[in-house]
T-cell receptor, first 114, second 112 residues
């Protein structure tokens, strides 16, 4: 079954510095990969996805993610973090075959320090 | 286009009761998924429906059930509520199973 690992519980970054949230995945066959963000007392908001094509994917609010097949990673990045980026970030993977339900990681709390 | 709506937003129930939660997907979306979110377990998949058929089911007891109607609206039901069922229940819709999911604001269920 597909799974996602987000190794860090919390990521602290100073405002204006680059932000990276790590994600590795396990799935049979080619993956569909997604990043979501959740603000307090809200549902998840879609940020970006990788289905096929360029390994660097650009999404909403200046976020981008790099797909690395050999390392089975899909790290989320933002060149310059804002205080408003403080939220809970989820990586998710879906397999192309078989039981292709969406599997989420445990989430990373991002804290951007002014 | 209106987003995913969930009703009610907040619910307080007593142990042993049952509850029904409702989800209206984005217009045109035929796939609806349900998740349970708790601080300890994170996001856990409950089930997924596509065109009124359950395509996938998570590892939850039979007390948790769902259905999807012909207009793609979905309901989930939890019978014989337990304290551990207290959680944020999220519904998400997508065009098809392979596309990104769009989430509703959730229903906060508290079981006392």
């Amino acid at each position: 079954a597909q799974s996602v690992a987000q190794p860090e519980d919390q990521v602290n970054v100073a405002e204006g510095n680059p932000l990276t949230v790590k994600c590795t995945y396990s799935v049979s066959g080619n993956p569909y990969l997604f990043w979501y963000v959740q603000y307090p007392n809200r549902g998840l908001q879609f940020l970006l996805k990788y289905i096929t094509g360029d390994n660097l994917v650009k999404g909403s609010y200046g976020f981008e993610a790099e797909f690395n097949k050999s390392q089975t990673s899909f790290h989320l990045k933002k060149p310059s973090a804002l205080v408003s980026d403080s939220a809970l970030y989820f990586c998710a993977v879906r397999g192309f075959y078989g039981n292709n339900r969406l599997a989420f990681g445990k989430g990373n709390q991002v804290v951007v320090i002014p | 286009k209106a987003g995913v709506t969930q009703t009610p937003r907040y619910l307080i129930k007593t142990r042993g009761q049952q509850v029904t939660l409702s989800c209206s997907p984005i217009s045109g979306h035929r796939s609806v998924s349900w998740y349970q979110q708790t601080p300890g377990q994170g996001l856990q998949f409950l089930f997924e429906y596509f065109s009124e058929t359950q395509r996938n089911k998570g590892n939850f007891p039979g007390r948790f059930s769902g259905r999807q109607f012909s207009n793609s609206r979905s309901e989930m039901n939890v019978s014989t509520l337990e304290l551990g069922d207290s959680a944020l229940y999220l519904c998400a819709s997508s065009l098809t199973a392979a596309w990104e999911q769009y989430f509703g604001p959730g229903t906060r269920l508290t079981v006392t």
